[in-house]
């Protein structure tokens, strides 16, 4: 069965830090680009950043440029999603998904996702 599963999201405050994880099991990683989005409530689903197959390639969306980097470890089949400076508005269900080769920006190329992980920056 082929699957991602985010982990590691919860609640923090303004300017902590999370990292978010994406396993995968069922499938290597290795020929996929990975991104994660994001849905906020009662907003549609946004492209975070994504990082190519073998992660020499990376992009980010200009809300998170500077705070978030993305990294993947191809041997444990497992990327990530550093967060810093977290501000309320990155308050959000994060979700990664898995396009076969090269990042897109549109989402029904991606075939993989996972379920979600709850992040919410509130004081």
């Known amino acids: 069965q082929l699957q991602l599963v985010e982990s590691g999201g919860g609640l923090v405050q303004p300017g902590g830090s999370l990292r978010l994880s994406c396993a995968a099991s069922?499938?290597?990683?290795?020929?996929?680009?990975i991104g994660w989005f994001r849905q906020a409530p009662g907003k549609e689903r946004e492209g975070v950043s994504c990082?190519?197959?073998?992660?020499?390639?990376?992009n980010y969306a200009d809300s998170v440029l500077g705070r978030f980097t993305i990294s993947r470890d191809n041997a444990k089949n497992t990327l990530y999603l550093q967060m810093n400076s977290l501000k309320p508005e990155d308050t959000a269900v994060y979700y990664c998904?898995?396009?076969?080769?090269?990042?897109?920006?549109?989402?029904?190329?991606?075939?993989?996702w996972g379920q979600g992980t709850q992040v919410t920056v509130s004081s």
């Open positions: 990082i190519s197959r073998r992660g020499g390639s990376t």
């Open positions: 069922g499938f290597a990683l290795d020929y996929y680009a």
């Open positions: 998904a898995a396009r076969y080769y090269y990042c897109s920006g549109i989402e029904n190329e991606y075939a993989y």
